[in-house]
């Protein structure tokens, strides 16, 4: 059994995960290696999920009955979970939502419909990224349509970089937000934040970040980044899908207008106005994800219980293993960073002429789980050339020997086309 230096006790920590277990295909143990889509839920959360439904189930903040203070109870103390994890300085900064996706578009419809100075229209500038999730683009693209705004974008150099070479005419006087990936789903790529961001501050244009492929991977301090929104999801971090956050300035939230609009983000309403209650309830309309947000916070506390610092390594040590046994493959080319330093645990390749999808089946075949495709980014795969590419993602639980797996599925892929 390969051994590498900073690994965790993933014998230990995969008695947690009750999916790890299973047989797919005949007997083939399951070789998960797709956690850049979703992560696994450990039994911590899914006991904390069925426990909530099955002793606390009740809508949340106006019951007076004994359900309904225990489940807002749990709800609440779920945000102070997340605000301590992220380090924000304040849990009111804390907004649920159902995914980074929404999180992402309430931004977009925030800055849209606001007054000034936030305001987008068709003076101002949007700028992003040639590697963003679609997620972090079509927003921006139809408040862009939406108001005229102009969208520039950073492009990408051939190993898989930003190139920040014109960052001071990208990112200028016009320009009112900066919404950037934190850590590339598809390249695996680790941004430079403290360039974006200086230079956004220089001109007075808010950052938002997308945390998605970060938060579940490494220490997130959202005062540290110096960002004014930061997004992120549960279903990466070993919580329920359902559930994403987005954490914003205090003062930003206080002036922003609300996104969605309905029960409970009020304070009064009548036939002529609304008056709207303050954040974060402000953005969080209707009944919220209750029983997620309890997951959520049973998987910080699950993560919290390893620590990020040791996931991190854990995960660099992994990566650093991968990438090595992966260019020992013939024909197979790396899409993004070829070492392990300032990137993250997904490893997009092509194989050869092999298409993507038949490389994924074949690995399928033998219990290997890998993504295949865009990975809702396709301007990347327009940038490199390439149909779509094949993912390999790791996280806490993944292990040297599922590389070595994956390797030799990956030889098994090559001598089966021939």
């Known amino acids: 059994m390969t051994q590498l230096p900073g690994l965790l006790d993933t014998e230990a920590l995969r008695k947690d995960f009750p999916i790890l277990d299973r047989q797919v295909h005949d007997g083939k143990k399951l070789v998960y290696l797709d956690n850049a889509a979703t992560s696994q839920k450990p039994r911590q959360v899914l006991d904390a999920l069925n426990e909530y439904y099955e002793r606390y189930n009740a809508n949340v903040h106006r019951?007076?009955?004994?359900?309904?203070?225990?489940?807002?109870?749990?709800?609440?103390?779920?945000?102070?979970?997340?605000?301590?994890?992220?380090?924000a300085p304040s849990r009111d900064e804390v907004i649920f939502t159902k995914n980074a996706s929404e999180s992402l578009n309430l931004v977009a419809n925030m800055l849209g419909w606001a007054d000034e100075p936030y305001r987008v229209d068709h003076e101002t500038e949007i700028v992003i990224t040639e590697m963003e999730h679609h997620s972090n683009i079509v927003p921006w693209q139809l408040l862009a349509q939406r108001t005229g705004a102009k969208l520039k974008w950073f492009g990408l150099t051939d190993d898989g970089r930003l190139d920040l070479s014109n960052i001071d005419e990208v990112i200028n006087e016009k320009t009112k937000i900066v919404s950037f990936v934190l850590v590339s789903n598809i390249l695996g790529t680790q941004n430079p934040v403290e360039a974006i961001v200086r230079r956004a501050q220089e001109v007075g244009a808010l950052v938002c970040v997308?945390?998605?492929?970060?938060?579940?991977h490494m220490p997130l301090d959202v005062q540290a980044l110096q960002a004014d929104f930061v997004a992120f999801t549960g279903h990466k971090m070993c919580g329920p899908t359902g559930i994403g956050v987005l954490w914003?300035?205090?003062?930003?939230?206080?002036?922003?207008?609300?996104?969605?609009?309905g029960g409970e983000m009020i304070e009064t309403v009548s036939m002529h106005s609304s008056t709207y209650a303050p954040a974060p309830h402000k953005?969080?309309?209707?009944?919220?994800?209750?029983?997620?947000?309890?997951?959520l916070g049973a998987a910080i506390d699950y993560l919290n219980s390893i620590g990020m610092d040791k996931i991190l390594a854990h995960e660099h040590a992994l990566t650093e293993y991968a990438v090595k046994r992966l260019l020992e493959v013939p024909d197979l080319r790396i899409i993004g960073p070829t070492t392990a330093e300032e990137r993250g645990a997904a490893i997009s390749f092509t194989l050869g002429d092999i298409h993507p999808h038949d490389v994924g089946q074949v690995l399928d075949e033998q219990g290997i789980a890998v993504r295949v495709g865009h990975h809702c980014a396709r301007p990347v795969c327009?940038?490199?050339?390439?149909?779509?590419?094949?993912r390999a993602s790791f996280y806490l639980y993944s292990t040297p020997a599922e590389i070595d797996a994956l390797v030799d599925g990956l030889e098994h892929v090559r001598n089966f086309f021939g």
Not at 66 to 71: D, T
Not at 210 to 216: K, L, M, R, Y
Not at 382 to 390: E, M, N, S, V
């Open 63 to 87: 019951g007076v009955h004994v359900l309904a203070e225990e489940a807002t109870a749990l709800y609440e103390g779920a945000r102070d979970k997340v605000a301590e994890f992220i380090n």
């Open 283 to 295: 953005f969080e309309a209707g009944t919220p994800p209750v029983a997620q947000a309890v997951g």
């Open 248 to 261: 914003g300035r205090q003062e930003l939230l206080e002036d922003l207008p609300p996104f969605l609009g």
């Open 210 to 216: 997308d945390a998605s492929q970060a938060a579940p």
């Open 382 to 390: 327009l940038r490199y050339g390439i149909p779509a590419t094949t």
